[in-house]
């Protein structure tokens, strides 16, 4: 596992902004609080992986902002040979993850993009929380769900992730 100042530098050398970044640490924090609540409630959980995870989860954006990012970045996690964990954490951690049809519908390579480990879920659960580098409120994030014109099946899932993690 690469350590959090070995991912820093990566975001920094594949031309990722300082906003990006910023972004990507409030996330990290976020969703490593979050793992270490989970294992003090006994839950088994990688909390090293959901750092490097939450602070990798947006490479993608040194390439592109689209909805695309996320597959950009699994590529270029996937060419730094950084390994199916933090490739798939990058891969899925849009809203709730999206399904085989929606990728298609949004132009994204047809792969199911939906967070399946519990360290894929809690980067994407932080990462729905995250503004900038703000966390959010619920309400704030139902709110800005129906300015981006999500489909009720994405806000539904988002939703239900936030009820599963439990921890906002």
């Known amino acids: 596992m690469i350590t959090p100042d070995r991912a820093l530098q990566i975001l920094r050398d594949e031309g990722c902004s300082e906003k ?3 972004h990507c640490i409030a996330v990290s924090e976020h969703a490593t609080e979050i ?17 490097i995870g939450g602070l990798l989860h947006d490479l993608g954006r040194c390439r592109t902002h689209g909805i695309d990012h996320a597959v950009v970045g699994a590529d270029i996690a996937a060419e730094l040979d950084l390994g199916p964990l933090i490739i798939n954490i990058i891969k899925k951690h849009i809203g709730a993850g999206i399904t085989t049809e929606e990728a298609k519908e ?9 967070p399946v480990t519990l360290e894929e879920k809690i980067v994407a659960h932080a990462d729905n929380f995250i503004s900038g580098n703000t966390r959010t409120t619920m309400e704030q994030l139902i709110e800005k769900m129906k300015e981006k014109d999500l489909t009720e099946e994405s806000m539904m899932r988002i939703i239900a992730l936030a009820e599963e993690i439990g921890i906002y």
């Open 106 to 114: 949004l132009g994204l390579p047809e792969d199911d993009y939906i």
């Open 35 to 51: 793992a270490e609540k989970l294992v003090a409630e006994g839950k088994q959980v990688d909390v090293e992986l959901v750092t």
């Open 20 to 22: 990006v970044i910023a």
